[in-house]
């Protein structure tokens, strides 16, 4: 294939063109990853209002986040074909309009289905944004410094995530973190069609539509399976049927792509390990991050009893360290190289998931809470910038478009199962020991629909102690609160094992396959290729 993109040159107007370019492409990026880690936030609040429990907060995450890494790559695939900077302005749009109905919805109902159609235009976005990128830096350092400004601006959009969000609880409804992306997506859309350069690909083949199809329904069901254990059962006909059907459905993606010749997936990248170790790597730690935004929400807000905006500014560190430490591993990568950059990310983040699951009622913010958030912060920076620089390193210019869907596709489908499988196992353990005790109360102190948003989530704490009481029950509630708060925290202490065991396994497997090597130069998978022929 053969890209038409514009000719760069090394000037200085050439480069601050580039430079500009990259800034509008980063904004885009920030409105993404923004309506990620905002609404995180306001799921206290939506909880409470609309009264929810964990599996419907966890709808309002994964809404999105479904139809987003289900999309990716067919979004990747017409962007190539179509122009990738006119694919990602119909996605802003899309982004600006689908934040009005969700600032308009009323009901959970409402407020899942405007996640999930801003989840689909959000995936038009995305894969442009790094695609885009690798076709305007040409030059090896430049393009480089590049994606660590991308990788860097995912936590930049972490830090004014919580600590806006927080502000516009504070002085708002929850509705306002919808209406915050529209000034943002409109700005994004003009600045898009003024300052960044078209591209595309001249020849792509046809439109993979099984893949596509197959890819959604595999995904979505395997995921709503682990999300809806707790209620059903983890070995219900339910749970176990929805399960096997998903796993048939993505191995029969998986023949389907082998056999196709156009695929929406290449399984062949798969086999180039700078490519397929990196995207491990990343899917694991996605996995990790976004199952701890999940909890860490409930554990501010529900154990500490923080308001969003003590929320936001408490979780700013973690932000911070991703921020900082991106740029800083994209470039030590390129001097020792991007094995030992990934391992020691992905023990740090190990780490830190190890010392969150010893946090319990009565911890420290600054001695135990601050050190588990900072290092797994470090740990994620320095995974996610190196092991983006190798996977698009590996494919030659014509091949950005499917290299940066296969990027995004692994981040969201790891951060999706995070919030699921985490906050399932969260969801176990409490409903477990929580429910026995709730039933138990008196209706002087709950009634029955207070009993049964407390039976569902750790959130309901807030609406317990808010509530005026007689002095002789105030034992009994304080007592109550305490065994709500304990049974959230065992249920925690067993997700960050579970996460640690994950991104340790994970460690140990790019150590031993991964080469030590620096890589010496694009296009690795041209040259596998050419090999084969």
């Given amino acids: 294939m053969t890209l038409t993109t514009p000719t760069v040159t090394d000037s200085g107007p050439g480069r601050q063109r580039r430079i500009l370019a990259l800034a509008v492409i980063c904004l885009a990026e920030l409105l993404v990853v923004l309506d990620n880690t905002i609404v995180n936030v306001a799921l206290p609040s939506i909880g409470v ?52 109905v969700g600032a308009s919805a009323s009901s959970l109902e409402q407020v899942i289905a405007a996640r999930a159609a801003m989840g689909i235009f959000a995936a038009a976005v995305f894969p442009a944004t790094l695609a885009l990128i690798i076709n305007i830096f040409t030059d090896v350092r430049e393009r480089a410094l590049a994606i660590a400004a991308w990788t860097a601006m995912a936590g930049f959009a972490i830090a004014i995530g919580p ?48 893949g596509i199809v197959t890819s959604v329904v595999g995904i979505t069901g395997l995921v709503w399976a682990i999300i809806e254990a707790p209620r059903y059962g983890w070995l219900s006909t339910v749970t176990v049927g929805t399960a096997a ?16 010749d156009s695929p929406i997936l290449d399984m062949r990248l798969f086999r180039i390990r700078r490519f397929s170790l990196p995207a491990l790597a990343i899917a694991i730690a996605y996995f990790s991050m976004f199952g701890f935004l999940f909890l860490i929400t409930q554990y501010f807000q529900g154990v500490r009893e ?15 360290s991703v921020a900082v430490g991106a740029p800083i591993a994209t470039l030590s990568a390129q001097r020792i190289g991007t ?14 998931l190890y010392l969150g699951g010893q946090v319990d009622v009565d911890s420290s913010y600054l001695t135990d809470v601050l050190p588990s958030m900072v290092s797994m912060a470090l740990g994620l920076a320095i995974v ?32 999706t199962l995070g919030v699921a499988v985490l906050g399932s196992i969260v969801a176990s353990y409490y409903v477990g020991k929580v429910a026995p005790v709730i039933d138990s109360v008196p209706a002087s102190l709950m009634n029955d629909d207070e009993k049964s948003f407390a039976r569902s989530t750790i959130l309901s704490v807030l609406e317990i102690r808010n509530r005026e009481l007689p002095s002789m029950l105030e ?14 925290l065992q249920g925690a202490h067993t997700a960050s094992l ?23 130069g694009r296009g690795t998978m041209l040259a596998w290729r050419r090999a084969e022929d």
């Fill in 384 to 415: 996610q910038g190196p092991a983006t620089e190798s996977i698009m390193s590996s494919l030659p210019l014509d091949e950005a478009g499917a290299g940066s869907a296969v990027n995004d596709t692994t981040r969201e489908v790891g951060g």
């Fill in 475 to 488: 034992p009994q509630r304080e007592q109550l609160i305490t065994t709500m708060k304990t049974a959230v």
């Fill in 163 to 210: 600590i806006s969000g927080g502000w516009l609880l504070e002085h708002f409804s929850w509705h306002a973190v919808f209406w915050i992306n529209v000034p943002v997506a409109l700005l994004a859309l003009v600045a898009t069609r003024l300052f960044v350069p078209e591209s595309r690909a001249e020849s792509t083949g046809r439109l993979d539509i099984v």
């Fill in 306 to 320: 923080y308001s969003p905006l003590e929320f936001g500014i408490a979780s700013l560190p973690f932000a911070v």
């Fill in 245 to 260: 059907a998903s796993i048939a459905v993505l191995a029969g993606f998986v023949l389907w792509e082998l056999r196709v």
């Fill in 339 to 352: 094995t030992a950059v990934l391992v020691v990310g992905l023990l740090l983040t190990g780490l830190g």
């Fill in 49 to 100: 209002q609309l009264r929810t429990d964990v599996s419907g907060l966890q709808w309002v995450v994964d809404a999105y986040t479904l139809t987003f890494a289900g999309l990716l790559l067919a979004f990747g695939n017409l962007g190539d074909r179509h122009g990738r900077r006119r694919v990602m302005t119909i996605g802003l749009a899309g982004v600006a309009v689908m934040s009005v």
């Fill in 498 to 520: 579970v996460a640690t065991g994950a991104v340790v396994l994970c460690a140990i497997v790019v150590a031993l396959f991964l080469p030590w090597a620096p890589a010496e």
